[in-house]
Nanobody, 125 residues
């Protein structure tokens, strides 16, 4: 079992930055690929970024590539999402997710077994 708790969201002006954190409990964090997803009301949850167990493999959605950076600290059981040059369209609830199963498409939310409750990011113009 893995419990995930996101933090770091809040209001920010366009062009600003935020750093989201996701703290994981349990002994399986270092064995888990981690992902960030986001969702706005009335829309499907969408992929943002994913990082492999070791941190060696990273992937981003086209909409955030070059502005967002995902990283992890396995010693602290924490995954981060640094968001720069924020835009109003980045406004969403951001969710952290953990995937233990091997060989899945990490851009697909169905490949993640555990989810946090989300943290709201609101970007004003």
């Amino acid at each position: 079992q893995v419990e995930l708790v996101e933090s770091g969201g809040g209001p920010v002006q366009a062009g600003g930055s935020l750093r989201l954190s996701c703290a994981a409990s349990g002994r399986t964090f270092s064995s888990s690929a981690m992902g960030w997803f986001r969702q706005t009301p009335g829309k499907e949850r969408e992929f943002v970024a994913t990082i492999s167990r070791s941190g060696a493999v990273i992937s981003y959605a086209n909409s955030v590539r070059g502005r967002f950076t995902i990283s992890r600290d396995n010693a602290k059981n924490t995954v981060y999402l640094v968001m720069n040059s924020l835009k109003p369209e980045d406004t969403a609830v951001y969710y952290c997710a953990a995937a233990i199963a091997e060989g899945a498409n990490r851009r697909n939310q169905g490949s993640y077994e555990y989810w946090g409750r989300g943290t709201q990011v609101t970007v004003s113009s």
